[in-house]
């Protein structure tokens, strides 16, 4: 199929919060946490609140794009809410998993957005396979505190 990619998930911060994990009802319930990267799990945050210059991690998972990773290229623009780029963003790859049952593979990125005042806005994230062409973009709303 086409590649595609899910809206970026922002990574909860620690918070006031546990993880409580149950017992599969049985073999055949799923193969465990989707929320994880190489082994480690994380919460994805509903509501993401950002500070212009601030680091976020946020995770993207993307699905039929070539097996081998190691080329792909990301790239991130902040949308406001007239639809115009705003802003300045950086994203770095921090980890990534291997290729999954399921065929997804799963990247951690380092978000950071500049000069953004206080507001609504959204991040688009498009990853793209340089020897193909082939890519997908998918975005998710933030707020700028």
Known sequence: GDP?????LFVAKDGDW???R???RSQNAG???????????????ASPNVVSGGARQICLMAYNFA?????????????GEDGRSHGR??????????????GARKFLLEFRPYGLNPGRYAL???LQDPKTGRASENSVAFDVQ
């Open 4 to 8: 595609s990619t899910s809206p970026p």
């Open 18 to 20: 546990i993880m409580v």
């Open 22 to 24: 149950g017992q599969a």
């Open 31 to 45: 193969e465990g946490y989707p929320f994880a990267i190489a082994g480690e799990s994380f919460v994805p945050e």
């Open 67 to 79: 097996e081998d990773a190691s080329d792909l290229r990301y790239t991130g623009r902040i949308l």
């Open 89 to 102: 963003v950086e994203l770095k790859l921090l980890k990534s998993s291997d290729q999954e049952p399921d």
């Open 124 to 126: 688009a994230v498009k």
